[in-house]
């Protein structure tokens, strides 16, 4: 049978952000995937040796328009740890309602999306009606849809106030009705399950030995997730990985439905231990020392890595991105797929190609 | 199994109020505590500069010899920095968007 190469991306309608794919395919069947990338980097590590400590943190906040936020949180945690700042707790609880918020409305981008990808546009658009409530919330408490701004060294720039959260608690338990809505059709309708099941499978020792993360890692039933390491308020608030076995994409779909609801718990539980107090505290000199910071993002974990070296600006920064140690296992499941399967292994990945070429 | 769970849905939302709402007929009511845009007040201000300093994307421009404080709006992001840093609160972050900025035109104040 005579070979024949299909481009895939970096333009397609599946791919919210480019990159580039060279399919090998006999007749149907993809027998290889070429990846290239590299169409949006823009350099933001460098920025690091050029931009104010401080300020940084919205570049940082930049590397992702979805998950924007934990980027923030990120390096924030990460200039705490070099200078040994104090983070007052309820910054600390903030930070995880907004983390976990922005978790909420990444997952409901990602169902969006995946409805949209196999062609049931119905589905697409009421994901993303839930998710307007989310941005509403968001944008309310912090300021921004998706950009937040709302993290800072040393703490967060604003505070919920009481008669706040009261309201958005009541907004929680109606976003969880719609969520057990759609989410009962992305889990039991059989125009799904066609597309999903049993379609790029992912063994539990492939995952593993490929450094996949994330729910990708999840669905292939390894329990790891950043946050059982207790970062923010993560260590009063216990959270148990969502796993499942199968490692096909319904299964990766299942763990990211599944996420929502624990996020929504995770929010309703730091509502109910959050303490008063101090939402930042004053941050002076500048940084000395090295770290790596480990969180998680919606898409798995993201490493980041801060040299500082006692002048304002950073001599270096370095973050691996959860879609970066995804990729590898896509291109293993990729081999053997039909053609028409390709858009649902690549978007169940949840690739997001700014973040990894930033 | 699983036959019916998208009719149900769509049922129902064929029987309810669209929840989008008719733009631009129907303009969007700015959200209370959304970082709109960046209103400047010329009375307060002391031309110290702090604002134009501490802008993450050097959107401002200060000159404090003639007393001008100009802004690129196409470079701001947005952020509010400058309101918060701002000793004389003259900078202010206001809710409305208004409208979007396309070309590289500086405001003078
Ligand atoms: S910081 Fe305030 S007072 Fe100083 S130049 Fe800017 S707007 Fe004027
Ligand atoms: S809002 Fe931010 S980007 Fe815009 S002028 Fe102020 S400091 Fe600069």
């Given at each position: 049978?005579?070979?024949?190469?299909?481009?895939?991306?970096?333009?397609?309608?599946?791919?919210?952000?480019?990159?580039?794919?060279?399919?090998?395919?006999?007749?149907?069947?993809?027998?290889?995937?070429?990846?290239?990338?590299?169409?949006?980097?823009?350099?933001?590590?460098?920025?690091?040796?050029?931009?104010?400590?401080?300020?940084?943190?919205?570049?940082?906040?930049?590397?992702?328009?979805?998950?924007?936020?934990?980027?923030?949180?990120?390096?924030?945690?990460?200039?705490?740890?070099?200078?040994?700042?104090?983070?007052?707790?309820?910054?600390?609880?903030?930070?995880?309602?907004?983390?976990?918020f922005?978790?909420?409305?990444?997952?409901?981008?990602?169902?969006?999306?995946?409805?949209?990808?196999?062609?049931f546009?119905n589905?697409?658009?009421?994901?993303?009606?839930?998710?307007?409530?989310?941005?509403?919330?968001?944008?309310?408490?912090?300021?921004?849809?998706?950009?937040?701004?709302?993290?800072?060294?040393?703490?967060?720039?604003?505070?919920?106030?009481?008669?706040?959260?009261?309201?958005?608690?009541?907004?929680?338990?109606?976003?969880?009705?719609?969520?057990?809505?759609?989410?009962?059709?992305?889990?039991?309708?059989?125009?799904?399950?066609?597309?999903?099941?049993?379609?790029?499978?992912?063994?539990?020792?492939?995952?593993?030995?490929?450094?996949?993360?994330?729910?990708?890692?999840?669905?292939?039933?390894?329990?790891?997730?950043?946050?059982d390491?207790?970062?923010?308020?993560?260590?009063?608030?216990?959270v148990?990985?969502?796993?499942?076995?199968?490692?096909?994409?319904?299964?990766?779909?299942?763990?990211?439905?599944?996420?929502?609801?624990?996020?929504?718990?995770?929010?309703?539980?730091?509502?109910?231990?959050?303490?008063?107090?101090?939402?930042?505290?004053?941050?002076?000199?500048?940084?000395?020392?090295?770290?790596?910071?480990?969180?998680?993002?919606p898409?798995?974990?993201?490493?980041?890595h801060?040299?500082?070296?006692?002048?304002?600006?950073?001599?270096?920064?370095?973050?691996?991105?959860?879609?970066?140690?995804?990729?590898?296992?896509?291109?293993?499941?990729?081999?053997?797929?039909?053609?028409?399967?390709?858009?649902?292994?690549?978007?169940?990945?949840?690739?997001?190609?700014?973040?990894?070429?930033? | 199994?699983?036959?019916?769970?998208?009719?149900?849905?769509?049922?129902?939302?064929?029987?309810?109020?669209?929840?989008?709402?008719?733009?631009?007929?129907?303009?969007?009511?700015?959200?209370?505590?959304?970082?709109?845009?960046?209103?400047?007040?010329?009375?307060?201000?002391?031309?110290?500069?702090?604002?134009?300093?501490?802008?993450?994307?050097?959107?401002?421009?200060?000159?404090?010899?003639?007393?001008?404080?100009?802004?690129d709006?196409?470079?701001?992001?947005?952020?509010?920095?400058?309101?918060?840093?701002?000793?004389?609160?003259?900078?202010?972050?206001?809710?409305?968007?208004?409208?979007p900025?396309?070309?590289?035109?500086?405001?003078?104040?």
């Amino acid at each position: 049978m005579a070979r024949t190469v299909i481009p895939f991306g970096p333009q397609h309608p599946v791919l919210p952000e480019p990159i580039h794919l060279d399919l090998v395919v006999e007749d149907e069947k993809v027998v290889q995937a070429l990846p290239s990338i590299g169409f949006i980097h823009r350099g933001l590590e460098k920025l690091a040796e050029t931009k104010d400590y401080i300020d940084f943190v919205y570049v940082a906040e930049r590397i992702c328009g979805i998950c924007s936020f934990i980027h923030g949180q990120t390096y924030c945690q990460a200039i705490e740890t070099i200078m040994n700042i104090p983070v007052p707790p309820r910054a600390l609880y903030l930070r995880t309602v907004w983390g976990e918020f922005s978790r909420i409305h990444s997952h409901l981008l990602w169902l969006g999306l995946m409805a949209d990808g196999m062609g049931f546009e119905n589905l697409f658009m009421h994901s993303w009606r839930v998710r307007e409530k989310v941005l509403n919330i968001i944008e309310a408490t912090t300021g921004g849809r998706v950009i937040f701004g709302s993290c800072k060294v040393g703490g967060v720039r604003r505070d919920i106030n009481a008669d706040t959260i009261k309201t958005i608690l009541k907004d929680l338990d109606e976003i969880e009705k719609d969520l057990q809505g759609i989410t009962k059709v992305f889990l039991n309708d059989r125009s799904v399950k066609a597309r999903l099941c049993g379609i790029g499978v992912l063994s539990k020792q492939e995952a593993w030995d490929l450094g996949c993360v994330g729910p990708t890692l999840r669905g292939s039933g390894v329990a790891q997730d950043m946050r059982d390491q207790g970062y923010a308020a993560f260590k009063d608030i216990p959270v148990e990985p969502v796993t499942r076995t199968e490692g096909d994409c319904y299964a990766r779909c299942a763990v990211r439905c599944e996420e929502l609801f624990r996020s929504v718990n995770i929010i309703r539980q730091a509502f109910a231990k959050i303490p008063e107090g101090e939402i930042a505290v004053k941050v002076t000199g500048n940084p000395t020392g090295e770290t790596i910071t480990r969180t998680e993002q919606p898409r798995g974990e993201v490493v980041y890595h801060l040299k500082a070296n006692g002048t304002k600006n950073l001599q270096r920064f370095r973050v691996r991105t959860p879609t970066f140690a995804n990729l590898p296992a896509m291109l293993k499941v990729l081999p053997g797929c039909d053609l028409a399967d390709v858009p649902m292994i690549v978007l169940t990945i949840d690739p997001c190609i700014s973040c990894t070429e930033r | 199994m699983g036959y019916f769970e998208m009719s149900k849905l769509a049922l129902k939302w064929a029987l309810t109020k669209p929840p989008t709402t008719r733009y631009p007929f129907e303009p969007r009511q700015p959200i209370a505590g959304s970082r709109g845009q960046i209103v400047f007040t010329k009375d307060n201000c002391v031309y110290c500069t702090v604002c134009a300093k501490k802008c993450p994307t050097g959107a401002l421009v200060v000159n404090r010899a003639e007393k001008k404080w100009v802004i690129d709006r196409l470079r701001c992001i947005n952020c509010g920095y400058c309101a918060e840093i701002c000793p004389k609160k003259s900078l202010t972050m206001v809710e409305g968007h208004g409208s979007p900025a396309v070309t590289r035109d500086r405001e003078f104040h």
